[in-house]
């Protein structure tokens, strides 16, 4: 599977961004995708995700009631749209596919496929 990732971009505190993550390939039910990101010096954090089914989803404190995660069934896309922009979202974001059974793991191994990551900035 390969995930294309994209959306981010430069905004100022309070505004707000899309961010995109095509799926290509063969996904299950049971599969999941999250969105990590990794601010400069700081490990990479899960911050939204969603099962595959759509059934299930999970935010980060910090991000919850600000971001919401959705997946478009018809083109096998998850958006992750960000409103109410804080500068301590500055980070490179990257979208993941989880393995069946391994819903809201951290560990790198449980995921089989990255995007390439794309940088949101909020300038103060």
């Known amino acids: 599977v390969q995930l294309q990732a994209s959306g981010g971009g430069l905004v100022q505190a309070g505004g707000s961004l899309r961010l995109s993550c095509a799926a290509s390939?063969?996904?299950?039910?049971?599969?999941?995708m999250g969105w990590f990101r990794q601010a400069q010096g700081l490990e990479r954090e899960l911050v939204a995700a969603?099962?595959?089914?759509?059934?299930?989803?999970f935010y980060e404190d910090s991000v919850q009631g600000r971001f919401t995660i959705s997946k478009d069934d018809a083109n096998d896309t998850v958006y992750l749209q960000m409103n109410n922009l804080k500068p301590e979202d500055t980070a490179v974001y990257y979208c993941?596919?989880?393995?069946?059974?391994?819903?809201?793991?951290?560990?790198?191994?449980?995921?089989?496929?990255w995007g390439q990551g794309t940088q949101v900035t909020v300038s103060s």
């Open positions: 993941a596919l989880g393995r069946s059974g391994s819903w809201l793991t951290r560990r790198p191994a449980d995921f089989t496929s």
């Open positions: 390939g063969r996904i299950f039910s049971s599969n999941w």
């Open positions: 969603i099962t595959w089914s759509g059934a299930g989803t």
